[in-house]
């Protein structure tokens, strides 16, 4: 099992930015992608980011240019730096962690609110 601690959402304002910290703990030798993806109560849960334990990078088509995954894979932690932020970023931010081999299980954190608005 994997537990997914996610903090770092909040309010800001438009053009301003916020990093997301989702940290790992449990069976975390089995994970391969950690992400993020986000979801409002108009849109399906969509990717916003992901990163493979080995560096490899994956981007929604509404983060590119604008955020950036990290991740530390001594603190079993991941990253999303996000700046320009508009509006229509705002949505419940959950993590998520993928287990590698034939049989994955995907984990999800609880979810943190963020909010872009004047």
């Known amino acids: 099992q994997v537990q997914l601690v996610e903090s770092g959402g909040g309010l800001v304002q438009p053009g301003g930015s916020l990093r997301l910290s989702c940290a790992a703990s449990?069976?975390?030798?089995?994970?391969?992608?950690m992400g993020w993806y986000r979801q409002t109560p108009e849109k399906l849960r969509e990717l916003v980011a992901a990163?493979?334990?080995?560096?490899?990078?994956n981007y929604g088509d509404s983060a590119k240019g604008r955020f950036t995954i990290s991740r530390d894979n001594a603190k079993n932690t991941v990253y999303l730096q996000m700046n320009s932020l508009k509006p229509e970023d705002t949505a419940v931010y959950y993590c998520?962690?993928?287990?590698?081999?034939?049989?994955?299980?995907?984990?999800w954190g609880q979810g943190t609110q963020v909010t872009v608005s004047s």
């Open positions: 449990g069976s975390v030798a089995s994970i391969y992608v």
């Open positions: 990163a493979t334990s080995g560096g490899s990078t």
């Open positions: 998520n962690a993928l287990e590698g081999g034939p049989h994955p299980a995907d984990y």
